[in-house]
């Protein structure tokens, strides 16, 4: 799990909206430079109305 304090949908450092988001198998290892998280099973754009 992954926490990032600030987290928002609103404008700042942390903002989501118009990002991307992809969802892989497994959790990141860090063994391998491409994450070695499996395949990807889920992404998207996080985006507001």
Do not use: M, S, W
């Amino acid at each position: 799990e992954k926490v990032v304090p600030g987290l928002t949908l609103k404008e700042g450092e942390y903002a989501v909206a118009g990002r991307a988001l992809i969802l892989h198998e497994k959790e990141d290892d860090f063994g391998q430079p491409t994450g070695n998280a499996g395949g990807r099973i889920a992404c998207g754009v996080i985006q507001l109305d």
